[in-house]
């Protein structure tokens, strides 16, 4: 059986997911370097004796099958396929010659002459020769200039230039070809990777082909899954190439897509004969003057999510705003500051309410009041519960790091890229830059799990195991949507055992629903508000 995967956003964007690896009863999606990838061509050539010809026969079968789905009377089109000189070619000859057997007359134009190929990519050019196809030799830009004309014709280029192993800018030859392909008004599909992106980042390192389809080979890359390289790809497809499954769960492999397939569980229909009990009580210590709409929207997320009881603690003069915002939202009035902010003085209210609790979710709205600041300071070291560190909470810690090492339960930090900027000390733009590095970093120095929200949320453990979220839009970038994650995930920790899977579930869940607000809404319109309305509908349709 063969597994293929679709990635493109969600709902209104088409997303469709798929595995393309099946473990038992959970799906897995690794992403994968370059380097990684050659290891397990590697292993599956020498150690299972998967001979290269083979592998490439397989990348060339379920590309063509990808290809014909697309234009099912392939015979009927003018087919192109510009290939390079490796095996990604090589591919590309794999692709002619299935397509020749279609009644399709390909052409394949090479960016060098036949006897610079080498090993598999050879083998498979001198078939093509062979049966008949045409092969158009290119070794210069004169040459590429007196065949441009049979590209402008195609109404499907192929592009088998490049792989995933390229580091450096196209130049030269490859930088004009791949303008002109981009120029040419037919469909591109791209093998493996559109050429001109380095497959190990997800910035544009020059020229690349802008492709509408992209087949990829046994798994993704970072390139294929984050913009702006992702907006190249066009629409994602994996094709197994008889890769054996367990090749790919080295524990090396640090960076997975969630499926929901995994978290899918956690939102089967409840069993008979609980009670609210059984689904846990959260504490939150959120809201100031002015900033009660925080202390709200996470309360509200947290009971919409499932929570059995929420206890939302408050600055005392917030209480009577924060208790109409839902009937079902316990609050518990707190000391509070000259500026409506907590105090200081309410830590030996809070110690007893912490009884009983089963995790504690503490940040939106508090604001950074230097008697807050102390109140945050000398309430973490004696937790015994799981807490949710989020918003003012994380910027109130970026001047004390060191206090999370000192905490003797779990921990959950949800930055967004700002206030992780504050947190390493480091801009937006080099957070943004670094994230696949300086999250799982941060989670492993820390001993924390990590949520850095945004488009492709990332979630780290603390041994640095990290994932991606497909879900969720720009439309979700609008005040107080951290809130409502925050506490669906506070949520979720208080009903599963599980942390991390019940950090991936309320993450995938929380895009889902801005997923179904906006292809209902329309991004600008969305509000956090609309999440949590919508958020019925993503636990259903999960369910």
Known sequence: MIFFISINACLNQRIQQQSDHFYGKIFIMKILTSKQMQGVDKKAIEKLGIIGPILMENAGIQITNEILKKFPQIQDERVVIVAGKGNNGGDGFVVARHLFNRDCRPIVLLLASKKELKGDAALNAGITDKIGITIKEITSSRHWGANKRTLSRATVVVDAIFGTGLTSPARGLYANVIQDINKCKGFKVAVDIPSGLSSDVFSIIGPCIKA????????????????????????????????????????????????????????????????????????????????????????????????????????????????????????????????????????????????????????????????????????????????????????????????????????????????????????????????????????????????????????????????????????????????????????????????????????????????IGTARLGDKSLTAGSMITYLSAAIKALS
């Open 212 to 515: 509408d389809l992209t087949v990829t080979l046994a798994a993704a890359k970072v390139a294929h899954v984050f913009p702006p390289a992702e907006d190249c790809v066009g629409e994602l497809k994996i094709g197994d190439i008889s890769v054996p499954p367990y090749l790919f769960e080295d524990e090396k492999f640090q960076l997975e897509m969630v499926e929901k397939e995994r978290i899918r569980p956690y939102f089967e229909h409840r069993k008979k004969g609980t009670h609210k009990g059984t689904y846990g009580h959260l504490l939150m210590l959120s809201g100031s003057v002015g900033k009660t709409g925080a202390a709200a929207l996470a309360g509200k997320a947290a009971l919409k999510m499932g929570a059995g009881l929420v206890t939302a603690g408050v600055p005392k003069s917030c209480l009577p705003i924060v208790a109409r915002s839902m009937m079902e939202l316990m609050t518990e009035p707190l000391p509070e500051t000259a500026k409506g902010t907590l105090s200081a003085e309410a830590l030996p209210e809070i110690l007893p309410l912490l009884k009983e609790k089963d995790a504690l979710m503490l940040g939106p709205g508090i604001s950074t009041h230097e008697s807050t600041k102390e109140l945050v300071l000398s309430l973490l070291p004696e937790l015994k519960i799981p807490v949710i560190l989020d918003a003012d909470a994380l910027n109130i810690l970026a001047h004390k790091l060191s206090v999370l090492k000192s905490l003797s339960t779990p921990a959950v930090v949800t930055p967004h890229p700002g206030e992780f900027a504050r947190m390493l000390k480091l801009s937006t733009k080099e957070v943004l830059a670094r994230k696949l590095e300086l999250v799982p970093g941060f989670a492993k120095k820390f001993g924390v799990y990590v949520v850095l929200k945004g488009y492709r949320t990332l979630t780290s453990t603390p041994n640095g195991k990290t994932f991606i979220n497909p879900t969720g839009n720009p439309g979700m970038a609008t005040a107080g949507s951290g809130d409502v994650l925050s506490g669906m995930i506070a949520s979720m920790i208080i009903q599963e055992k599980n942390i991390l899977d019940a950090i991936l579930a309320a993450v995938y869940v929380h895009g889902l629903s801005g997923d």
